[in-house]
């Protein structure tokens, strides 16, 4: 399944390279072993695609439980995601984030728990903050720009628009902590942070 995985992730990577421009700044921010945390914006059915082809370690998603549900896909969906309940997260799906975390994976999250139908970013959930404070892994904040253009909400075909994945300086969680307030403000500050890499790509 490795192999496979690698091999769509060239395929995907090349395409998006040629079709859509891609441009990935601050791969060195993401570390190239251990258990790490890339939290990122979602505007696009098409931002896991290329979250993967841009990272150049292995990703695993927390994937919408629905996801799973869709006869064909969700057996795809399945070989490099576990599901979650993205307006409530069950102890078992933070138990088993913090677990791959602990076992060196980096895991892909999308903080907002949906997408933002016009490109704007939107408050974090509570469920990043939660599994970042319990697992204590960094947390590399990461701006996705362009999907949006490319793959709109209720488009069907790609379109030629450039897409941009900057990745931030990682956010270090120095202890674990099961208070509410603090994980709350963990997944605020990893929100804040992907706004300041966008307003500082606008500038």
Not at 172 to 189: A, L, M, P, T, Y
Request: with cysteine; proline share 6%.
């Amino acid at each position: 399944m490795s192999c496979l995985y690698w091999f769509f992730r060239a395929i995907f990577y090349i395409f998006l390279k040629v079709f859509n421009r891609l441009e990935v700044i601050g791969s060195k921010n993401v570390p190239d072993k251990g258990g790490v945390i890339v939290a990122a914006n979602h505007v696009s059915y098409l931002d896991p695609l290329v979250i993967g082809a841009a990272l150049k370690r292995r990703a695993t998603y927390m994937a919408k439980q629905e996801l799973f549900k869709i006869p064909l896909i969700g057996i795809f969906v399945k070989s490099f995601s576990f599901p979650v309940n993205r307006d409530r997260p069950q102890p078992s799906t933070i138990k088993e984030a913090v677990s791959r975390l602990k076992e060196g994976e980096l895991i892909v999250i999308f903080p907002e728990g949906g997408r933002s139908v016009d490109g704007s970013l939107l408050d974090a959930k509570r469920g990043v903050g939660i599994i970042a404070a319990i697992s204590r892994m960094p947390v590399v904040p990461a701006l996705i720009e362009g999907t949006e253009k490319a793959l709109p909400a209720g488009r069907k075909f790609l379109r030629p628009a450039k897409i941009k994945v900057i990745f931030g300086t990682p956010i270090e969680v120095k202890k674990e902590e099961k208070d509410r307030h603090f994980q709350e403000g963990i997944s605020r500050d990893i929100m804040e942070t992907i706004k300041n890499l966008k307003f500082k790509m606008q500038n």
